[in-house]
T-cell receptor
Framework: KAGVTQTPRYLIKTRGQQVTLSCSPISGHRSVSWYQQTPGQGLQFLFEYFSETQRNKGNFPGRFSGRQFSNSRSEMNVSTLELGDSALYLC????????????FGEGSRLTVL | KNEVEQSPQNLTAQEGEFITINCSYS?????LHWLQQHPGGGIVSLFM???GKKKHGRLIATINIQEKHSSLHITASHPRDSAVYICAVRPMNRDDKIIFGKGTRLHILP
């Protein structure tokens, strides 16, 4: 069974640009959540989607957005990149519900110059 | 005060030692996750608990809902157990966004 796939794995952008990250969940999983990990703040929740609907959003500015498609694949977008957006962005999939086990992808490491 | 506190922050031990990592939280929860992250980034889910105790190989996780506390134990520790261990909770309310602890960095010496 294929795991959670995130693309791209590494990317470098400059301030002011925008970036789109993709997450393909495990087959049959309908929930996808996104997280930002930085050395200073650790892991922080970004969004959670279930069946194309955003269930929850973390305390991030409106520059951070996301969506989920009918095949459960999800994308997140960060516009007008700032240096502080440099981080590892992780997504996780689960079958859904508040007690579902999380399966994480390898992450997309974003560097903003 | 963070809603999820882990202790210790860093732990160095000799191979074979019994390891305990603690997690305390301040909110009512529907689930608690123990995660493992090796250098390089990938996160693996070790356990998801809502009550009691779970065991997988040399790893044991316990949770006390009344005391809002969970422990992760590693028996017969091995250098390959060296990683960051992260506790995360799913609050039991409408705003059930997962909250993470800061992690415990474990280093097992051969």
């Amino acid at each position: 069974k294929a795991g959670v796939t995130q693309t791209p794995r590494y990317l470098i952008k400059t301030r002011g640009q925008q970036v789109t990250l993709s997450c393909s969940p495990i087959s049959g999983h309908r929930s996808v959540s996104w997280y930002q990990q930085t050395p200073g703040q650790g892991l922080q929740f970004l969004f959670e989607y279930f069946s194309e609907t955003q269930r929850n959003k973390g305390n991030f500015p409106g520059r951070f957005s996301g969506r989920q498609f009918s095949n459960s694949r999800s994308e997140m977008n960060v516009s007008t990149l700032e240096l502080g957006d440099s981080a590892l962005y992780l997504c996780a999939s689960s079958r859904g519900g508040s007690t579902g086990e999380l399966f994480f992808g390898e992450g997309s490491r974003l560097t903003v110059l | 005060k963070n809603e999820v506190e882990q202790s210790p922050q860093n732990l160095t031990a000799q191979e074979g030692e019994f390891i305990t990592i603690n997690c305390s939280y301040s909110v009512g929860i529907s689930a608690l996750h123990w995660l493992q992250q090796h250098p390089g980034g990938g996160i693996v889910s070790l356990f998801m608990l809502s009550s009691g105790k779970k065991k997988h190989g040399r790893l044991i996780a316990t949770i006390n809902i009344q005391e809002k506390h969970s422990s992760l134990h590693i028996t017969a520790s091995h250098p390959r157990d060296s990683a960051v261990y992260i506790c995360a909770v799913r609050p039991m309310n409408r705003d059930d966004k997962i909250i993470f602890g800061k992690g415990t960095r474990l280093h097992i010496l051969p």
